[in-house]
């Protein structure tokens, strides 16, 4: 059974940073393209950033880019995103997402792309 815990989101104030980590157990971590998706309220889900089985290729939303850094190690089966520089705009749930096992994702096509949110989520709040 697949389980998926995320944590480190919390209350910052705009400018500050925080570090989000997934723990995933129940497969084999390393088959599988990972993402970083968020919801705010009132809003659809929208995807942060996707990484490849080994790191190789990454991929960041726009509004995100040079602030958010995607990380994973596989000897833990762990995701990580470290979000700096934090804006209001971040404030959102926010949830670690597998891909499909062995499927290769692209710039063009992760966001839109069948990654299956399987945790609870971890709230971000960037307010003064």
């Known amino acids: 059974q697949v389980q998926v815990v995320e944590s480190g989101g919390g209350l910052v104030q705009p400018g500050g940073s925080l570090r989000l980590s997934c723990m995933v157990s129940g497969l084999t971590f390393d088959d599988y393209y990972m993402a970083w998706f968020r919801q705010a309220p009132g809003k659809e889900r929208e995807g942060v950033s996707c990484i490849s089985w080994s790191s190789e290729s990454i991929y960041y939303r726009d509004s995100v880019k040079g602030r958010f850094v995607i990380s994973r190690d596989n000897g833990k089966n762990t995701l990580y995103l470290q979000m700096n520089n934090l804006e209001p705009e971040d404030t959102a749930t926010y949830y670690c997402?597998?891909?499909?096992?062995?499927?290769?994702?692209?710039?063009?096509?992760?966001?839109?792309?069948?990654?299956?949110?399987r945790g609870k989520g971890t709230q971000v709040t960037v307010s003064s």
């Open positions: 997402a597998v891909g499909r096992r062995l499927r290769a994702y692209m710039e063009f096509d992760w966001m839109e792309g069948d990654f299956s949110i």
